[in-house]
């Protein structure tokens, strides 16, 4: 971790011209500013409320903090803001007040594909504008209260240049808070916050460091989720814990990529005005209601750029073995299967970091035949690109746009620095040029660009099927890192190399928000030949990647979710659990009127291992008066389909 006034950088806030004016950096104004009392060392704060959550800046002394409250209830104590700039001045522990904005915002919006067909974005918003008393730098702090949970940002105001070399944001939590911390792809660790992992390498960010997402759970029920949101020309951000500050979590600006590729950077130098990504605390009452609430961050991000992205499709995807035969059978299996896309994966030219040319298939794939077999069947292709191979990646976009291509996953994009931060925006906005969905994998942490640039349709960030996590893990999930965006976490129905049952595995393509869903990720066609031995099938057909409403009906992180979302008039429901068994009574008070035929499949006996739990497929008639009872084995789930008549 940084210590406190350590690291003096090179560059020192310059005072030249800049062309960027405030609204470039998103500073929006709606009144104007009035004089700050003139007793500038008296204590002062500022409020923002909307439904029941409140934020407030204060300044003490000269010394700025913030804090949140959810119903009366403390989600952030006291806790410090600040920027440190190169020449070690820190912007934020000697200032005065020289005027406060206020307003109120409600709109609706919507997105191209996501958890909802529209998204209320209604928050009440203050600014503070400041003035350092040494160096009479201008800066302003904005901070917004939502009801679904609480945001903050620096913008740093005089024209010119500014070399950050640190933010010192802190997050102090009540007593008794657990935080789930977990970082690259490793998996969660509930810990008090001042006892993160010490985790890194010599050529990584060393550190008690944590990722974002970071869930934690709070006293009285409360659980939280800090995210970050309309990250640009900025580092990733971590948490650290803080020696001596048992409850604290400290801002960490990542100077190495996240698996030490790179260079290292330690500084980042801005134009001026600027606007610093924001800092999220998604609240949810309780567990159930974080899930609802996580279109916060797309709030926060900037709105989508494209004209008209009628060719952004979500959808499931089939990853096919690296031969032409492969790929005609993949598109047959995905015609078969209701899915959208099938896809060459890592070596379809070549080793992929031997090889750093990906503009011809291996001679094993008759590419053009296969492109043009999926295209008559409706299905598009997918293909795989390690950064390595990114060194024109204008032309190799074009190129693969020209063949009929439909999107790219793009291999070891691991993000952190502020480098890899625009050239991670570069490749979507290139994407998006040729018309190409993309797809990041490997360590990039979401920051609601899916909404500025909805071609950028998922990213991984996660520890996924290819790592066969517990049960437990995957109930994780839904409160922590899918909060943060969409996720690619490649469902594997029938392995046997999973640590849950199949109907669990089934459920998350309810649970989980992935518009983006590779599914049967280590099988081959071949392996389904026979349907009737696999009861599951006609829930993957049949179930979509986007929705027109979404409701989380129960939860507890890391020990079972509940998930209902709407396409058209027909509810998919998911319900998984840990390694413990559990029925959850769940109302379908959801439902529109009249009747619907539920599809239950659920987990029948128990088998020795939990992935031998058969499916078991039944029907019955419900109705919103009615309540289902979701009974799961141990690490198991249940899936249900509603439909209305």
């Not at 949970?149 to 740093?156: E, W």
């Not at 974002?212 to 989720?225: D, F, K, R, S, V």
């Not at 690619?488 to 459920?507: E, F, L, P, V």
């Amino acid at each position: 971790m940084r210590a406190s006034g350590e690291r003096a950088r090179r560059d020192v806030l310059k005072g030249a011209a800049a062309g960027a004016g405030l609204a470039a950096a998103g500073i929006v104004t709606t009144r104007p500013a009035y004089a700050a009392d003139s007793r500038p060392d008296r204590p002062e704060s500022v409020t923002a409320r909307r439904g029941g959550t409140s934020v407030t800046l204060s300044v003490t002394h000269g010394t700025l903090s913030w804090s949140a409250r959810r119903d009366g209830r403390t989600v952030i104590g006291a806790s410090a803001l600040g920027i440190r700039l190169a020449d070690g001045t820190v912007l934020g522990n000697a200032v005065r007040v020289t005027g406060q904005r206020h307003r109120t915002h409600r709109s609706t919006w919507t997105p191209v594909y996501g958890r909802n067909a529209t998204v209320t974005d209604h928050y009440q918003e203050q600014r503070w504008d400041l003035k350092d008393k040494g160096t009479g730098i201008r800066f302003a702090v904005e901070v917004r209260a939502y009801r679904t949970g609480v945001a903050l940002r620096y913008l740093l105001l005089d024209h010119g240049a500014a070399t950050i070399t640190d933010e010192l944001t802190t997050f102090v939590f009540p007593d008794g808070t657990t935080v789930y911390s977990a970082r690259d792809e490793n998996a969660y660790e509930p810990v008090a916050p001042g006892s993160i992992p010490v985790t890194g390498t010599a050529t990584t960010d060393n550190g008690p460091l944590t990722d974002l997402p970071l869930a934690a759970t709070l006293p009285g029920g409360l659980i939280a989720c800090v995210c970050e949101s309309a990250r640009v020309d900025y580092p990733r951000l971590m948490l650290g814990s803080v020696a001596g500050e048992p409850n604290t979590l400290a801002a960490f600006l990542m100077e190495h990529t996240a698996r030490g590729t790179g260079p290292v950077e330690t500084a980042s130098t801005v134009t001026t005005p600027f606007a610093t990504p924001w800092r999220a605390v998604v609240i949810g009452a309780t567990h159930a209601e974080l899930v609802d609430n996580a279109e916060l961050v797309l709030n926060l991000a900037p709105p989508n750029t494209l004209p008209a992205p009628s060719w952004i499709k979500p959808g499931k995807v089939f990853r096919c073995e690296l031969t032409t035969a492969a790929g005609l059978a993949g598109v047959d299996f995905a015609v078969a299967r209701g899915l959208e896309y099938i896809e060459y994966d890592a070596g379809w030219y070549g080793p992929e970091f031997t090889t750093p040319d990906a503009t011809g298939p291996i001679a094993a794939i008759d590419l053009p035949s296969v492109i043009s077999y999926a295209t008559s069947q409706g299905i598009g292709v997918f293909l795989y690109v390690n950064r390595l191979a990114l060194t024109d990646a204008d032309s190799l976009f074009g190129l693969y746009k020209g063949w009929g291509v439909r999107g790219i996953k793009l291999g070891f994009i691991n993000d952190g620095t502020r480098s890899m931060t625009g050239q991670i925006i570069d490749w979507a906005k290139t994407a998006a040029k040729h018309e190409l969905l993309i797809d990041m994998h490997d360590d990039v942490r979401p920051f609601g660009y899916e909404r500025t640039c909805p071609n950028w349709i998922s990213l991984e960030g996660v520890r996924g099927n290819e790592q066969f996590p517990t049960a437990t893990h995957n109930v994780t999930l839904p409160f922590a890192r899918n909060i943060g965006g969409p996720m690619d976490y490649t469902i594997c129905y029938g392995q046997s190399r999973d640590k849950t049952t199949n109907a669990h595995q089934m459920a998350m393509a309810a649970v989980y928000y992935q518009p983006l869903n590779f599914l049967f990720w280590y099988d081959k066609p071949s392996k389904y030949g026979n349907p009737a031995n696999w009861p599951g099938l006609p829930w993957f057909n049949a179930v979509p990647t986007t929705w027109d409403e979404s409701r989380t009906l129960a939860g507890s992180i890391g020990e079972y979710v509940a998930v209902a979302r709407r396409s058209g008039s027909t509810w998919y429901l998911g319900a998984m659990t840990d390694e413990s068994s559990r029925t959850l009574a769940l109302p379908l008070s959801f439902l529109g009127r009249g009747t619907y035929t539920a599809t239950v499949y659920a987990d029948g006996t128990p088998g020795a291992n939990p992935y031998q739990t058969p499916v078991v497929v039944g029907t019955r008639t419900v109705t919103r008066a009615d309540t289902l009872d979701v009974a799961m084995a141990p690490a198991g789930g249940q899936a249900v389909v509603l439909k209305p008549g």
